[in-house]
C-alpha cells in the first residue's frame, strides 16, 4: 500500500519567522522614530547615550516655557553654561515680591518632567537683604543638568504716598442774576458752574463763566411731577415732547453754550422717569461724547438703566447742599460740610454741588482755606468726575 504523503512541516515555521522579522522592522522603525524624538533622546541620554549638549539645549527650552508660562518676563531670566561643566547651565531668575514660588516651581517642574526630566534636589533659603531664595537642580537621574535659582524681592516696607483727596465744587442757581454771577465767578478758588439755558441772560453768563476760566456744566430745565406750579424755567422739556423735537432743542442749547462738560438735570422727577424723553436728549449727549450728571435722582429714575443700555456717562454727585444754603446762619454748612470732607479723605474724591445765596457766597470764602480743607484738594470738576474714554 503506498505511503501517503506528509504536508511540508517548513510552512508554518516560515510564516512565523516571515512575523518575526515584520515585527522586529515595525519595533526598529518605532524605535528609530522615538530616537529621533525629543523624549527619545533624552530616554537615550539617561542610559548615557545620544548628545548631551543637545539634551541640555532641551530642557532649556522647556525651563523658558514654564516660566514663561508663569508670568515671568523674558528681561528678569538670566542664563550661562555652569563653570567647569560646558554642558550643564545655571539660571537666576528675579520674581516680583507678590510673585508666587510654587507657582513657578510648578511651571517649570511639570515642562521638564512631561519631557523625561526630573527634579533632583530644590532647596529654600533667605537672603541676605531678606529675599527668599529657591534653588533647584533639574535634569536627568542622578546626573544634574540645569540649576535654577528664582529670587523673589522683598515687598517695600511702605506702600507709595496715597495721594491727596480731591474735592471738585459746582455752584448752581445764579438764576438772572449776571451782575451777581461775575462776582461769584471772581472768587480765588476753583469751582465749576451750572448754567441755565434760554435765560435772559444765558448768553452773558456763559460767556463770563468761559472768560474766567470756569468749567461749565449746562444745567437743562426738565419737567418736575408738579409741573407748572413748580416751574425750571424757560424751554423745560416735557415728556409730551416729540423725541426728535427734544434733540434739537438739546443741539440748539449747546451749540449756544461753547464748551461744557457736561449736562445737569434742574428738576425733572417726572421727565427723568420719562425713556422717551431722556433717551432724546442722551441720543445728543451721545453723539457729542458728554455726561449726564444727574441731581438727586427721583426713586422711578431711568436714567442710570438707560445711560448703561445707550452707552452714555452717568454720574451723581457725592453731595448736594441746597437746604442748608438757604438756612439764615451757616451752622447747618458747616456741619454738612465736615461730613463732605471726611467722605472725600475717605473715598480719595468727592463731587458736591452749592447753591448760590448770599449766605454761600461768604461762607465759601471760610470753608476752603488751606486750614478748614485740613488736606483736602480742591479740583476741577473735570478731573474728579468719571469721563468719556473718547474725550
Same mark, same amino acid.
Given at each position: 500500500?503506498?505511503?501517503?504523503?506528509?504536508?511540508?512541516?517548513?510552512?508554518?515555521?516560515?510564516?512565523?519567522?516571515?512575523?518575526v522579522?515584520?515585527?522586529?522592522?515595525?519595533?526598529?522603525?518605532?524605535?528609530?522614530? +522615538?530616537?529621533?524624538?525629543?523624549?527619545?533622546?533624552?530616554?537615550?541620554?539617561?542610559?548615557?547615550?545620544?548628545?548631551?549638549?543637545?539634551?541640555?539645549?532641551?530642557f532649556?527650552?522647556?525651563?523658558?516655557?514654564?516660566?514663561?508660562?508663569?508670568?515671568?518676563?523674558?528681561?528678569?531670566?538670566?542664563?550661562?553654561?555652569?563653570?567647569?561643566?560646558?554642558g550643564?547651565?545655571?539660571?537666576?531668575v528675579?520674581?516680583?515680591?507678590?510673585?508666587?514660588?510654587?507657582?513657578?516651581?510648578?511651571?517649570?517642574?511639570?515642562?521638564?518632567?512631561?519631557?523625561?526630566?526630573?527634579?533632583?534636589?530644590?532647596?529654600?533659603?533667605?537672603?541676605?537683604?531678606?529675599?527668599?531664595?529657591?534653588?533647584?537642580?533639574?535634569?536627568l537621574?542622578?546626573?544634574?543638568?540645569?540649576?535654577?535659582?528664582?529670587?523673589?524681592?522683598?515687598?517695600?516696607?511702605?506702600?507709595?504716598?496715597?495721594?491727596?483727596?480731591?474735592l471738585?465744587?459746582v455752584?448752581?442757581?445764579?438764576?438772572?442774576?449776571?451782575?451777581?454771577?461775575?462776582?461769584?465767578?471772581?472768587?480765588?478758588?476753583?469751582?465749576?458752574?451750572?448754567?441755565?439755558?434760554?435765560?435772559k441772560?444765558?448768553?452773558?453768563?456763559?460767556?463770563?463763566?468761559?472768560?474766567?476760566?470756569?468749567?461749565?456744566?449746562?444745567?437743562?430745565? +426738565?419737567?418736575?411731577?408738579?409741573?407748572?406750579?413748580?416751574?425750571?424755567?424757560?424751554?423745560t422739556?416735557?415728556?409730551?415732547?416729540?423725541?426728535?423735537?427734544?434733540?434739537?432743542?438739546?443741539?440748539r442749547?449747546?451749540d449756544?453754550?461753547?464748551?461744557?462738560?457736561?449736562?445737569?438735570?434742574?428738576?425733572?422727577?417726572?421727565?427723568?422717569?420719562?425713556?422717551?424723553?431722556?433717551?432724546?436728549?442722551?441720543?445728543?449727549?451721545?453723539?457729542?461724547?458728554?455726561?449726564?450728571?444727574?441731581?438727586?435722582?427721583?426713586?422711578?429714575?431711568?436714567?442710570?438703566?438707560?445711560?448703561?443700555?445707550?452707552?452714555?456717562?452717568?454720574?451723581?454727585?457725592?453731595?448736594?447742599?441746597?437746604?442748608?444754603?438757604?438756612?439764615?446762619?451757616?451752622?447747618?454748612?458747616?456741619?454738612?460740610?465736615?461730613?463732605i470732607?471726611?467722605?472725600?479723605r475717605?473715598?480719595?474724591?468727592?463731587?458736591?454741588?452749592?447753591?448760590?445765596?448770599?449766605?454761600?457766597?461768604?461762607?465759601?470764602?471760610?470753608?476752603?482755606?488751606?486750614?478748614?480743607?485740613?488736606?483736602?484738594?480742591?479740583?476741577?470738576l473735570?478731573?474728579?468726575?468719571?469721563?468719556?474714554?473718547?474725550?
Amino acid at each position: 500500500m503506498p505511503k501517503k504523503k506528509r504536508l511540508p512541516s517548513a510552512l508554518p515555521r516560515t510564516l512565523i519567522v516571515l512575523a518575526v522579522v515584520a515585527l522586529l522592522l515595525v519595533l526598529g522603525a518605532e524605535a528609530w522614530r +522615538l530616537a529621533g524624538s525629543d523624549q527619545g533622546r533624552v530616554a537615550l541620554a539617561r542610559w548615557g547615550f545620544g548628545d548631551r549638549e543637545r539634551v541640555v539645549r532641551l530642557f532649556a527650552r522647556e525651563i523658558r516655557a514654564g516660566l514663561a508660562a508663569a508670568g515671568i518676563p523674558a528681561d528678569s531670566v538670566r542664563e550661562r553654561d555652569s563653570r567647569g561643566d560646558p554642558g550643564a547651565m545655571r539660571w537666576r531668575v528675579g520674581l516680583r515680591p507678590d510673585a508666587s514660588l510654587l507657582q513657578t516651581n510648578y511651571a517649570v517642574s511639570r515642562r521638564v518632567e512631561e519631557l523625561g526630566g526630573a527634579v533632583l534636589r530644590g532647596r529654600e533659603t533667605v537672603g541676605t537683604h531678606g529675599e527668599t531664595r529657591l534653588t533647584l537642580l533639574l535634569g536627568l537621574p542622578k546626573r544634574g543638568l540645569h540649576e535654577l535659582l528664582l529670587v523673589r524681592a522683598v515687598p517695600p516696607e511702605e506702600s507709595p504716598e496715597r495721594p491727596a483727596p480731591r474735592l471738585a465744587l459746582v455752584l448752581f442757581g445764579f438764576g438772572d442774576d449776571l451782575a451777581g454771577a461775575r462776582h461769584v465767578f471772581d472768587l480765588p478758588l476753583p469751582f465749576a458752574v451750572a448754567l441755565a439755558p434760554d435765560t435772559k441772560t444765558s448768553s452773558a453768563m456763559f460767556r463770563a463763566a468761559q472768560e474766567k476760566g470756569r468749567e461749565v456744566v449746562l444745567h437743562i430745565p +426738565l419737567e418736575p411731577v408738579n409741573y407748572p406750579q413748580l416751574n425750571p424755567g424757560p424751554g423745560t422739556l416735557l415728556v409730551t415732547l416729540k423725541p426728535d423735537r427734544a434733540t434739537g432743542t438739546m443741539r440748539r442749547w449747546l451749540d449756544r453754550s461753547g464748551r461744557v462738560v457736561g449736562v445737569a438735570n434742574h428738576m425733572g422727577s417726572l421727565a427723568t422717569q420719562d425713556m422717551t424723553l431722556m433717551g432724546a436728549v442722551y441720543r445728543e449727549l451721545k453723539r457729542r461724547h458728554l455726561p449726564f450728571i444727574h441731581v438727586q435722582p427721583a426713586a422711578g429714575s431711568v436714567c442710570r438703566s438707560l445711560a448703561a443700555e445707550l452707552g452714555v456717562i452717568y454720574d451723581e454727585p457725592d453731595a448736594v447742599l441746597d437746604t442748608e444754603a438757604r438756612a439764615k446762619t451757616p451752622k447747618a454748612l458747616d456741619r454738612r460740610w465736615s461730613e463732605i470732607l471726611e467722605q472725600a479723605r475717605t473715598r480719595g474724591h468727592a463731587v458736591v454741588w452749592v447753591r448760590v445765596t448770599p449766605l454761600t457766597r461768604e461762607w465759601l470764602k471760610r470753608a476752603t482755606t488751606v486750614k478748614r480743607l485740613d488736606g483736602v484738594d480742591l479740583a476741577p470738576l473735570s478731573g474728579v468726575m468719571r469721563r468719556p474714554a473718547a474725550l
